[in-house]
């Protein structure tokens, strides 16, 4: 079993969120670890969504 959330977990804005924030993540003098953090924060809302079914 998968530990994290699966991609159909996340909502569409959630997708294109993500996507957009790993877009940033490939410009150079971009905050990695902040980045990184905010799609994070993203999976665990994904998760406790996903839990409370």
């Known amino acids: 079993m998968v530990n994290g959330p699966l991609f159909s977990d996340f909502t569409p ?3 294109a969120r ?3 924030l ?3 993540m490939a ?3 971009a905050n990695h670890a902040r ?3 905010r ?3 993203i999976e665990q809302d ?3 969504r ?3 079914k």
Do not use: F
């Open 13 to 15: 804005g959630e997708k």
């Open 18 to 20: 993500i996507t957009g």
């Open 22 to 24: 790993v877009a940033r």
């Open 27 to 29: 410009l150079p003098g």
């Open 35 to 37: 980045l990184q953090r």
């Open 39 to 41: 799609i994070e924060r």
């Open 46 to 48: 994904a998760m406790r």
């Open 50 to 52: 996903k839990q409370k």
